[in-house]
């Protein structure tokens, strides 16, 4: 069965260090998601993209956030300067059409120390 | 503001004691609403899709509704394996681009 995969399963980075979280949706979807979820809270929209571009942004989704389909098969999430409060589990999700059910990766745990 | 609320927080059944999730939401206009199973450090897991007022969907012990205001997630005589957080998400009519998520309700089933 396809699934969404992600890598690296945990990345360990210093404050103030650019990380790049990277996905490969299932292969054919159209419509690629990032999502975060701080520990014990709830699963929080981040971005939506299609067609090469940004669809959707959330208000977390500032500056220092940033994403690229830089091949027709990755997905990946680069977040510049990291911060502590960026430490969470970051899940990508895919779907093939834009009213479909999301599907989720199993997620990059990210702590920022 | 939309809102996704979901009750209880956490459940505790024994195995075959049947129970409901509840799911409700306060959007402007619903395009879906969309039940996840997650476990323990893992990624959600889809489990059904309803889309209008009235609809249905099983699978195996589970059951889930959907009304104007609210949805529930009916769990008949579960076991162990059913233990896990369960996730509601719903669409926005005017916006089906971002999912939003209810914080959950982690259920416990013991043997």
């Known amino acids: 069965e396809p699934e969404v995969t992600q890598t690296p399963s945990h990345q360990v980075t210093q404050m103030g260090q650019e990380v790049i979280l990277r996905c490969v949706p299932i292969s054919n979807h159209l419509y690629f998601y990032w999502y975060r979820q701080i520990l014990g809270q709830k699963v929080e929209f981040l971005v939506s993209f299609y067609n090469n571009e940004i669809s959707e942004k959330s208000e977390i989704f500032d500056d220092q956030f940033s994403v690229e389909r830089p091949d027709g098969s990755n997905f990946t999430l680069k977040i510049r300067s990291t911060k502590l409060e960026d430490s969470a589990m970051y899940f990508c999700?895919?779907?093939?059409?834009?009213?479909?059910?999301?599907?989720f990766g199993p997620g990059t745990r990210l702590t920022v120390t | 503001e939309d809102q996704v609320t979901q009750s209880p927080e956490a459940l505790r059944l024994q195995e075959g004691e049947s129970s409901s999730l509840n799911c409700s939401y306060t959007?402007?206009?619903?395009?879906?609403l969309f039940w996840y199973r997650q476990d323990p450090g893992k990624g959600p897991e889809f489990l059904f899709t309803l889309y209008s007022a009235g609809e249905e969907k099983e699978k195996e012990r589970l059951k889930a509704t959907l009304t104007k205001k609210e949805s529930f997630l009916h769990i008949t005589a579960p076991k162990p394996e059913d233990s896990a957080t369960y996730l509601c998400a719903v669409r926005p009519l005017n916006n089906f681009n971002k999912f939003y998520f209810g914080s959950g309700t982690k259920l416990n089933v013991k043997p």
């Open positions: 999700a895919s779907s093939e059409y834009l009213e479909d059910e999301q599907y």
């Open positions: 959007v402007s206009g619903l395009r879906g």
